[in-house]
């Protein structure tokens, strides 16, 4: 089935570092949605985009649509302790039977670096 | 409500009964969605309600797993004869028709003894 493919599966960060992460598709989404999970809780939605080419901000982070449609980037800058957490990217499948229902990448993981 | 309300936040059942999860959607949204997260993993898509349309259970693993809306509003996962596979966290996410911004309730984590 269609997947969205997240890299890194894992990162360790050091406060104030600036972090980047991607996800990637073999088909063309119309929209790119980033959530972040915190142990024991649901995800919550961190930023949509709906344009090809869309740099959307929300704080500290920022999130690109990429010109392909096929992926989409998320960056962290000047990281600090509370970002820690899994961090997944989504968008809406049609065709083939879907209707719209939300797919997720596996996770990036953003853990303290020791 | 103000945010996607999900009961029980736990849930304990033996091996073999049948167990139900409810889930009630912020008030007004027409779009529903069950996920089921394994410890570590990522969202597996289970079961998507939009408005009157019938539902896309495309991700339903097996028959004993059924769900429905009521009312177009709160709705029930049931799992039927569980297995110890089954455990996990089941998620709950609704959003308004036409807008794939999904909110999250808390999960239920259920484990299956």
């Known amino acids: 089935g269609q997947q969205l493919n997240q890299s890194p599966q894992s990162m360790f960060i050091q406060e104030g570092e600036d972090v980047s992460m991607n996800c990637t598709s073999s088909?063309?989404?119309?929209?790119w949605l980033w959530y972040k999970q915190d142990p024991g809780e649901g995800p919550v939605l961190l930023i949509a985009l709906y344009k090809a080419g869309e740099l959307t901000s929300n704080g500290r982070l920022t999130a690109q649509f990429g010109i392909t449609r096929k992926d989409s980037f998320l960056n962290i800058s000047a990281s600090i302790p509370s970002d820690v957490g899994i961090y997944f990217c989504?968008?809406?499948?049609f065709g083939r039977g879907s209707q719209g229902n939300l797919i997720f990448g596996k996770g990036t993981k953003l853990s303290v670096k020791p | 409500g103000a945010g996607v309300s999900q009961s029980p936040s736990n849930k304990v059942t033996e091996k073999g009964k049948d167990v139900e999860l409810r889930c009630d959607p912020i008030?007004?949204?027409?779009?529903l969605y069950w996920y089921r997260q394994s410890l570590g993993q990522g969202l597996e898509f289970l079961i998507y309600f939009q408005g009157n349309s019938a539902p896309d259970k495309s991700g339903l693993p097996s028959d004993r797993f059924s769900a429905e809306r009521t009312g177009g509003s709160v709705s029930t996962l049931t799992i039927q004869r569980t297995q110890q596979e089954d455990s996990a966290v089941y998620l709950c996410?609704?959003?308004?028709?036409?807008?794939?911004?999904?909110?999250f309730g808390q999960g239920t984590r259920l484990t299956v003894v």
């Open positions: 088909s063309i989404f119309n929209t």
């Open positions: 008030s007004g949204h027409t779009a």
């Open positions: 996410a609704s959003s308004w028709a036409g807008n794939t911004e999904a909110f």
């Open positions: 989504a968008g809406p499948l």
